[in-house]
């Protein structure tokens, strides 16, 4: 079990310019969830999978912002037209199921110019 | 509506100190779950342990343990003969059973600072 997974670590970009990041979760797990984290802040809940059942989102995830788990694996967050304000830290995490430990990878972190 | 409280921003202790991180959560449902976990420099969230809410035995794992109160609504942790390693970020995160998401709710966390 090599825990979970995300690329890239890091990314710069500046304003206007589409990112995507990939997460893979603990194999066996069905739930997988994105969240945010900004300087000095706890995690906040983007959205999560069932799956390939995209289940919620949150108020914060803009439509600016789409996420994707095609075949129920990995899961891809893009965010479009990047702002400066979406410099952040994204966490992508996977459970078993919803109410099971969420385990986390090691984060994206995202600056934008 | 749900929300957790770490009041403590920043802690600094010296080794070998104990330090207790404080916790309050609120939630209207009447089964839900605690969460602690370690973020330290590298960024990663880890995981520390996890109570639900019929649960209120009291837990020790080495250097750590946890005491909750559903009474006053607290989760707190205690580091005992703290090391340098244990400087971190500190969150405790809640998540409720009526949310069938699973999401979780994060206080905004305690910077722990063990000094040499």
């Known amino acids: 079990d090599t825990g979970v997974s995300q690329d890239p670590r890091h990314k710069i970009t500046k304003r206007g310019q589409n990112v995507t990041f990939r997460c893979d979760p603990i194999?066996?797990?069905?739930?997988l969830y994105w969240y945010r984290q900004t300087l000095g802040q706890g995690p906040e809940f983007l959205t999560y999978?069932?799956?390939?059942?995209?289940?919620?989102k949150s108020r914060l995830l803009s439509d600016r912002f789409s996420a994707e788990r095609p075949k129920g694996s990995f899961s891809t967050l893009e965010i479009q037209r990047t702002e400066q304000g979406d410099s952040a830290m994204y966490l992508c995490?996977?459970?078993?199921?919803?109410?099971?430990?969420?385990?986390f990878g090691p984060g994206t972190r995202l600056t934008v110019l | 509506a749900q929300k957790v409280t770490q009041a403590q921003t920043e802690i600094s202790v010296v080794e070998k100190e104990d330090v207790t991180l404080d916790c309050v959560y609120e939630?209207?449902?009447?089964?839900?779950?605690l969460f602690w976990y370690k973020q330290p420099p590298s960024g990663e969230l880890v995981f520390l342990i996890r109570?639900?809410?019929?649960?209120?035995q009291n837990e020790i794992s080495g250097r750590y343990s946890w005491n909750f109160q559903k009474s006053t609504s607290s989760f707190n942790f205690t580091i005992t003969a703290s090391q340098v390693v244990d400087s971190a970020v500190y969150f405790c995160?809640?998540?409720?059973?009526?949310?069938?998401?699973?999401?979780?709710?994060f206080g905004q966390g305690t910077e722990l600072s063990v000094k040499p």
């Open positions: 995160a809640l998540s409720e059973r009526a949310n069938q998401g699973g999401k979780l709710i």
């Open positions: 939630t209207r449902d009447t089964t839900y779950y």
């Open positions: 999978f069932q799956n390939e059942a995209q289940l919620e």
């Open positions: 995490a996977s459970s078993f199921g919803p109410i099971d430990t969420q385990y």
């Open positions: 194999s066996e797990h069905n739930r």
């Open positions: 109570r639900n809410s019929f649960d209120e």
